[in-house]
């Protein structure tokens, strides 16, 4: 990537700086990398909100655009964008009740959940942050474990067999969870859409692909409600990635064929992804594959925090797709 710094091009004397630091002592090369994120925009947990806001002010790249709208974008919207539970109703409002998996539960507390009428597989997960998921599967390792809350596992997934857990080991995880702020880790920036989530749990379906196991994704990045790259991103039965595709707006039906969607169907999900983007400047999209059709799985409105790769095209480099990325984002002067 171009080397900037608070969002201009830096002397050509600090890139050099900048690339001779892998010979430093540990310690120096850390405490000279929190500094360069802190110029940069990157907005570490420690800086001070003034720090973020000056130091965003002029944005070039991606990661300082996303920390732009970070420290500036305060519009409610956002916040029910990013609530696993109140985006069920925004989704339902705007492109209908076929795109939205099926709920069994929301509830307050572990206890509140109607153990006794749930099936045997389900997702159980807070609403207040990314990950902070438990997905119970057939087809998961019957080996593996939940870990002890106590533990502090922090913010995962984790895919687990029926007969590998239970109610009780489930609930004190999800109540783990409900007492942590997402976002407030020294490997995190703050994300101030979850900060006014009220902690819930939610108890949904399990989405199945086109086999056993869990579906792949088609992640939209979407501007001023307009999609401008495609992702399709293949998924492990332990929901890791295994595999990524990037495709630019232009390459709609290579992307669409990655996909195995047809044209109606691919046409629908496109026509919903800007809809649901329309209200804000920038908006990741995200859809599973299922077996039966697309279906939501979660609106994202600070991809990565800003700490994206840009691998995965074909042909582009990653300074190419960069480029493309940045040029369709169009930060607003102010938000309002």
Not at 292 to 298: I, K, Y
């Amino acid at each position: 990537m171009t080397t900037t710094l608070a969002g201009r091009l830096a002397p050509r004397w600090l890139w050099g700086l900048r690339r001779s630091a892998g010979q430093w002592p540990a310690p120096v090369r850390r405490a000279a990398y929190y500094l360069w994120l802190v110029a940069d925009g990157d907005r570490p947990r420690f800086a001070s909100d003034l720090s973020r806001r000056l130091l965003s002010r002029n944005p070039v790249t991606y990661r300082q655009k996303m920390m732009y709208k970070l420290s500036r974008d305060r519009r409610p919207i956002l916040t029910t964008m990013a609530d696993k539970v109140t985006v069920r109703d925004y989704v339902r409002e705007r492109v209908g009740e076929r795109w939205i998996k099926q709920a069994y539960a929301v509830a307050d507390r572990a206890s509140q959940i109607p153990w006794e009428t749930l099936p045997k597989e389900a997702v159980f997960k807070v609403n207040h942050g990314s990950s902070g998921a438990v997905i119970v599967a057939q087809h998961a390792d019957p080996r593996t474990d939940l870990p002890d809350p106590k533990s502090k596992p922090g913010w995962t997934r984790f895919v687990v067999h029926p007969d590998s857990v239970t109610p009780e080991q489930i609930g004190a995880l999800l109540e783990y969870w409900l007492g942590l702020r997402y976002g407030y880790c020294d490997t995190q920036s703050p994300e101030w859409a979850y900060t006014g989530i009220r902690p819930q749990i939610l108890v949904e379906e399990l989405i199945r692909g086109s086999g056993p196991g869990l579906p792949n994704e088609l992640w939209m990045h979407c501007f001023d409600g307009e999609v401008a790259q495609y992702l399709v991103v293949g998924r492990a039965d332990t929901f890791d990635e295994v595999g990524l595709r990037r495709f630019m707006d232009d390459e709609s039906e290579q992307a669409r064929n990655a996909a195995g969607l047809d044209d109606d169907v691919w046409d629908a999900v496109i026509d919903a992804s800007r809809r649901l983007s329309a209200e804000t400047d920038s908006l990741r999209v995200d859809w599973l594959l299922s077996d039966r059709g697309p279906l939501l799985a979660e609106l994202t409105n600070y991809p990565g925090a800003g700490r994206l790769e840009f691998n995965g095209h074909g042909s582009l480099s990653p300074q190419q797709v960069h480029e493309h990325m940045t040029s369709r984002w169009h930060v607003p002067a102010r938000y309002v």
